[in-house]
């Protein structure tokens, strides 16, 4: 059994012409960082990231990272607010079959796609995630099936 972890980017600057250039706030680092320490206290801390190219997917990932030992990170195209989330759950699916010795995964990406990736791994479950928010799924790679398990919200606000 694996772990997927679906975590939305933290607070970030407001909308501007140039998107995947949008930084996080200093909320949003705080939010990231403290849902990074929540993640290393948990069994299912990530060992492997696949994470959006925007620039406030990759701070999050960076403050997750602060707490968290990576084997495996990689930032992916199709994970983009408004990337093809089949596309993406096949990719990821491929790499947990070409690392079997990770156990856990998280993707860090965006709304809307965060949402859809949910419902693709578990159909009939898309949850609205709040900024810096992880979705826990279990998967069972032999049967490729997921249990969603639980929303984690930040603590800090949106």
């Not at 949910?118 to 790679?141: K, R, S, T």
Request: with cysteine; glycine share 4%.
């Amino acid at each position: 059994m694996k772990t997927i972890i679906i975590m939305r980017h933290g607070e970030a600057e407001p909308l501007q012409e140039h998107d995947e250039a949008r930084q996080l706030t200093k909320n949003g680092r705080a939010q990231a960082h403290a849902m990074g320490q929540w993640l290393s206290r948990q069994m299912f801390a990530p060992q492997a990231f696949l994470i959006s190219p925007y620039l406030r997917a990759q701070q999050t990932a960076n403050e997750v990272l602060q707490s968290n030992h990576a084997s495996f990170s990689e930032t992916c195209s199709d994970v983009i607010p408004s990337g093809n989330a089949c596309i993406a759950i096949d990719y990821l699916e491929t790499l947990i079959s070409m690392h079997d010795e990770i156990d856990s995964w998280i993707v860090v990406a965006h709304m809307p796609i965060v949402s859809y990736l949910v419902d693709q791994l578990c159909p009939g479950e898309l949850p609205i995630f709040q900024l810096a928010a992880c979705a826990v799924i279990e998967y069972d790679e032999q049967s490729r099936k997921a249990h969603f398990v639980r929303m984690k919200v930040s603590e800090l606000g949106n």
